[in-house]
């Protein structure tokens, strides 16, 4: 009988191991590290402490430093409840790499979130803007990004339903295409097309019309941006709103909303269409409207796709045909089929949504304090931005394509010692990665 030893195999026999408790200052989150030393580099900590009016008692420990900086690094490593802020920090080369010397409990974070209030919650939406603000001209500077001179930027606006369970403030029962009749939250995003960050957020209720506050949110988000820069405001029909149109007409600001449907039927179907010659399935009209309540006139264009009717669902010989319709208000002077199709490339942003929902816990840490989850909201939202600035100013392209989940799985959750010696501190990783071209990338951000 031969003998299998030649036979190749991809396993070896493996002796018995002994697991030994007692190893000193590891971590399984070394990726962490260099998002403390971005958040340092960038002076997250002094912007919050110039920006934030939270007033603590004399005998306080920790303040809106903490409260917005712990959760924020919890939440890029994987924090989805109070109590995970708190686990993801019980690691001493974290707390070690970020000074901090001690964590406060579950107990003491929800104590002192519930003393937030809605000025400090409009304090932390202007910190995302005074922090984006420098890191934009930051990257520029290192040549990693141009956003902040692009004489137009794209501003993709959408509201999401976060469905809430048990007992907290601020939550009703609205339109949940999820969970019908369940209470939920009905945040208000505006997302920037060329970086994927969120520009501004709005936690509110889940009653709200889609559309309900957008003029205002405009406005403030319009205030932080640089006053050269134009934008374009992309939005579902939930914005076809004159209000809306008007703010956004009298500052010279660019629209594509899709039109509602309702009302226009008719009239679409008075036009006169035209056979688009890249695509013969497809026709396209344009023309100037102005809908029964509005004050002024204002561009449309419309395209539409015959639709497929089985000949046994016919009624007649001569069966009327049928058409799909996609129509928008708009501003920009391109043929009607480039419009539609800029149009499509929003749907991008409900990906975004549901990364940020999904992946960077937003608006899913909740307390029974309506002013304590909307901190916690927009801490959710400074951790994607997070993410996204270390990507933008890293220049890496793959980078910048990861979600939150993929940096999590291939950077963050990397082992690492901690090590000191002459009058260094040094974190030592794994020579071997499968992405070493982004981890070496991912640290670059923070020793240039």
Not at 52 to 78: E, F, K, W
Not at 238 to 246: H, N, P, R, T
Not at 274 to 295: L, P
Not at 370 to 383: K, P
Request: some cysteine; hydrophobic content about 40%.
């Amino acid at each position: 009988m031969k003998s299998n030893h030649n036979i190749r195999s991809s396993r070896r026999s493996v002796k018995n191991i002994q697991i030994i408790q007692g190893g000193q200052d590891l971590t399984a989150q070394a990726g962490l590290i260099p998002v403390v030393k971005f958040l340092k580099k960038h002076g997250f900590a002094s912007k919050i402490e110039q920006t934030m009016d939270h007033q603590r008692g004399a005998t306080g420990v920790y303040d809106a430093v903490d409260m917005i900086l712990l959760p924020l690094v919890a939440i890029i490593g994987s924090s989805r409840s109070v109590s995970s802020i708190v686990t993801v920090w019980n690691d001493r080369v974290l707390c070690l790499a970020a000074g901090w010397l001690r964590i406060p409990d579950e107990t003491t974070f929800g104590r002192i979130l519930r003393t937030f209030t809605q000025k400090n919650i409009n304090e932390m939406e202007t910190l995302n803007h005074r922090i984006r603000a420098g890191i934009w001209r930051s990257a520029l500077r290192f040549g990693s990004s141009v956003v902040g001179v692009l004489p137009r930027i794209v501003i993709d606006v959408d509201s999401t339903v976060k469905t809430v369970y048990g007992n907290q403030q601020g939550v009703s029962v609205g339109y949940n295409p999820h969970k019908c009749g369940a209470a939920s939250y009905h945040p208000l995003l505006a997302f920037c097309a060329e970086t994927k960050e969120i520009l501004q957020g709005w936690l509110r209720s889940g009653d709200v019309y889609t559309g309900n506050g957008v003029v205002e949110f405009m406005r403030q988000l319009l205030a932080h941006l640089p006053n050269r820069t134009r934008i374009l405001f992309r939005g579902d029909s939930g914005f076809f709103a004159e209000k809306l149109l008007d703010y956004l007409d009298d500052r010279d600001q660019g629209y594509l909303i899709k039109a509602k449907f309702k009302g226009l039927r008719l009239l679409l179907e008075t036009k006169q269409w035209t056979r688009i010659k890249a695509n013969h399935d497809w026709e396209s009209t344009e023309f100037t409207h102005q809908c029964e309540t509005w004050s002024r006139s204002r561009k449309f264009v419309a395209v539409r796709r015959g639709k497929e009717i089985d000949a046994k669902d016919a009624d007649t010989l001569f069966e009327m045909k049928e058409y799909d319709y996609f129509c928008y208000v708009l501003t920009d002077e391109l043929a009607p089929w480039q419009d539609h199709k800029q149009y499509g490339q929003r749907a991008t942003s409900e990906t975004w949504i549901e990364e940020a929902k999904n992946q960077s816990a937003l608006a899913h840490i909740k307390t029974t304090d309506f002013w304590a989850n909307s901190a916690l909201f927009q801490t959710a939202i400074l951790a994607y931005n997070t993410l996204r600035w270390m990507a933008l100013c890293s220049g890496n392209k793959i980078l910048q394509r990861w979600e939150a989940a993929t940096i999590r799985t291939f950077l963050i959750r990397m082992a690492g010692k901690w090590t000191t010696g002459s009058r260094q501190q040094k974190l030592r990783v794994p020579k071997r990665m499968m992405y070493n071209a982004q981890w070496e990338a991912w640290v670059a951000v923070v020793e240039t």
